[in-house]
Structures are given as C-alpha cells and as structure tokens.
Antibody
C-alpha cells in the first residue's frame, strides 16, 4: 500500500526559505522508473507542478520557479525534501507530494499541507 | 514551455447527462496526457493516463480520447459523485509537466 505524507511549517514569513518533507511508504525511490513530485495549489486556484525527482536522481523543475527550488531525496529514510527560497505571500498554497511509476502521471498523492506566507 | 488550456472553465449539468471536457496543448504531446478529478479539500485522483487508458478502479463511465494537441474527457452518464473539478496534465516523457486550469462540473 503506497502512502505519502507532507510535513513542514504551516506559517512562514516573507523572504524566508520553506522546507517541506514528503515521507512515503510502500515503494522505494531506488526502483527503476519511480519518481516523487511536488505540486501546489493556491486557495481556490489550479494545480501547479513544482518539481520531480526520479530514482536515478534526475531532477526536473518548473521553469518559472527553477531558481528558487531544490529537490533532494534520502532513499534510506524514504523521504523527499523540497526547499523554496525567498517565500512571498503569493506562495501561500496547499503543497502536495505525489508518486509516479515508470514515468507515468501521479497515481498516489499525499493529503497536502497548507503553507501560509505572512508577516 | 508547453501550455495547457481547458474548456469550458465551468460546466453545469444534471445527473445522467453526458459531459465532455476539452483540453488543448500548445504543441504536440503525442498521447502523454492525464486527467484528474479533485473534490474540495482533497488531493487530486488520477482518472485517465496516456490520453485514453483508464486508471485501475475508475468507473467505466469515464473515458478519454485524443492525441497531438487536442484531447477530451467524457463522462457518459454523470453521477452525483462526479461533481468536482477536472484537470488535464501533460507529461511528455523526461520533460516538464503542466496542468491545465481546470474545469468545474457543477449541479445544474
């Protein structure tokens, strides 16, 4: 059974760096073709893909946010970490992590975590 | 970058109606297109992948078609559980991912 869960701060101040952790079970990020991605959704708005890391440490980033994002994995801990620098109130959103197998779309998602950016 | 558009943005329909949502890509994505359903406060649920393949456990009233730049999601007979927002997503292999802006299906 595949599960994912996001964790991190619920409130960050403008200009701070956000660090989110996705802890998963039921699969290994060392298995060929597996990936874990991050997607966010501002309140009442659409989904926005942020980043994706694959089993072989290949990393992909949204072009519009690439300069602010870093995605890493810790295979031994079954975790993927996303950092986003220079947070702004427009970054207020629910942040989801999700599983991809064999380079297919996201078939399992975490419940999401709401991050509010405010002073 | 590949841009995705969806139409309509909102759709009002009744239980039993046949519903069609269109998704267009700014350049050809072959069949690398997925559809998700999202309900308020919940994570998206994968319905369709590779444009027309039904995800395991998804009711057969959902179907997808298209290739290249134009795709459709059809619900053959709308059920009460289907009122939600639907997103398309392109996933050109080894490339970057993009979601569409979403289509809200509401009760007429």
């Amino acid at each position: 059974q595949i599960t994912l869960k996001e964790s991190g701060p619920t409130l960050v101040k403008p200009t701070q760096t956000l660090t989110l952790t996705c802890t998963f079970s039921g699969f290994s990020l060392s298995t060929s073709g597996v990936g874990v991605g991050w997607i966010r959704q501002p309140p009442g708005k659409a989904l926005e893909w942020l980043a994706l890391i694959y089993w072989d440490d290949d990393k992909r980033y949204s072009p519009s946010l690439r300069s602010r994002l870093t995605i890493t994995k810790d295979t031994s801990k079954n975790q993927v970490v996303l950092t986003m620098t220079n947070m702004d109130p427009v970054d207020t959103a629910t942040y989801f992590c999700a599983h991809s197998d064999d380079y297919d779309p996201f078939d399992y998602w975490g419940q999401g975590t709401l991050v509010t950016v405010s002073s | 970058d590949i841009q995705m558009t969806q139409s309509p943005s909102t759709l009002s329909a009744s239980v039993g109606d046949r519903v069609t949502i269109t998704c267009r890509a700014s350049q050809s994505i072959s069949s690398w297109l997925a559809w998700y359903q999202q309900k308020p406060g919940k994570a998206p649920k994968l319905l369709i992948y590779k444009a027309s393949s039904l995800e395991s456990g998804v009711p057969s009233r959902f179907s997808g078609s298209g290739s290249g730049t134009e795709f459709t999601l059809t619900i053959s007979s709308l059920q009460p559980d289907d009122f939600a927002t639907y997103y398309c997503q392109q996933y050109n292999s080894y490339s970057l991912l993009t979601f569409g802006p979403g289509t809200k299906v509401e009760i007429k």
